[in-house]
């Protein structure tokens, strides 16, 4: 069936500096990418998304990219801080399942102050 | 957070109890979902409900009973469960139905262990 990869399961960074994590899906058809993130003892919660429309999308220090012909998405988090720390999901609608998600397994971003 | 709501928070039961485990939404979505989070392992979707109706069932284990009485309640019975079993149950709304998307909202999830 229709899977999201997500890379890397592991991230660790400086404070200050850059994380990236990519997630790649396999329906051309997806049209609709949410990034969810998950605190420890918490519920995930919607940080940014993006609509197959739109290549980029920005809100303060998290940037979503989209490549549609190369089918992988990307989430970008400039200046991390230590509450940046948690695990981060990505996800994608797939079309096969009626436009449900599909979520990808998960990084945990550890920031190091 | 009052948005989607679940109680227990916390659950241990024996593999011959019967539990339920209960989602309320104060946010006038009309779908819910079921979701199983294991260790390591993306989110499983279990269930979907379109205005109370079930639309979607993974192949989930007859163990696992849902029921939907309006489009802010849903629950997830529980009986005979297996130790792998065990992980955290989350529930989840949307605005549109599960045909659309618009944003999926989740409560706090029940941690359940099943000894």
């Known amino acids: 069936g229709e899977n999201v990869e997500q890379h890397p399961s592991t991230l660790s960074v400086q404070e200050g500096d850059s994380a990236v994590i990519k997630c790649t899906y396999s329906d051309s058809a997806s049209n609709y990418f949410p990034w969810y993130k998950q605190e420890l003892g918490k519920r995930p919660q919607l940080i940014i998304d993006i609509r197959s429309n739109v290549g980029e999308k920005k809100d303060q220090r998290i940037a979503v990219t989209l490549n549609k012909t190369a089918k992988h998405f990307s989430l970008h988090i400039t200046e991390t801080q230590p509450e940046d720390s948690a695990v981060y999901f990505c996800a994608a609608s797939i079309m096969e399942y009626g436009n449900k998600l599909v979520f990808g397994a998960g990084t945990i971003l550890r920031v190091k102050s | 957070e009052t948005g989607v709501t679940q109680t227990p928070r916390h659950l241990v039961m024996g593999m011959t109890n019967k539990k339920s485990l209960k989602c309320e939404q104060h946010?006038?979505?009309?779908?819910m979902y079921w979701y199983k989070q294991s260790a390591k392992k993306p989110l499983e979707l279990m269930f979907v409900?379109?205005?109370?109706?079930?639309?979607e069932n993974n192949s989930v284990p007859s163990r696992f009973s849902p029921e939907c009485p309006n489009s802010s309640h849903l629950f997830l019975h529980l009986h005979t469960l297996q130790p792998e079993d065990s992980a955290l149950y989350l529930c989840?709304?949307?605005?549109?139905?599960?045909?659309?998307?618009?944003?999926?909202?989740f409560g706090p999830g029940t941690r359940l262990t099943v000894l």
């Open positions: 946010l006038g979505h009309n779908a």
């Open positions: 989840a709304s949307s605005l549109g139905t599960s045909g659309s998307t618009d944003t999926q909202y």
């Open positions: 409900y379109n205005f109370k109706e079930q639309t």
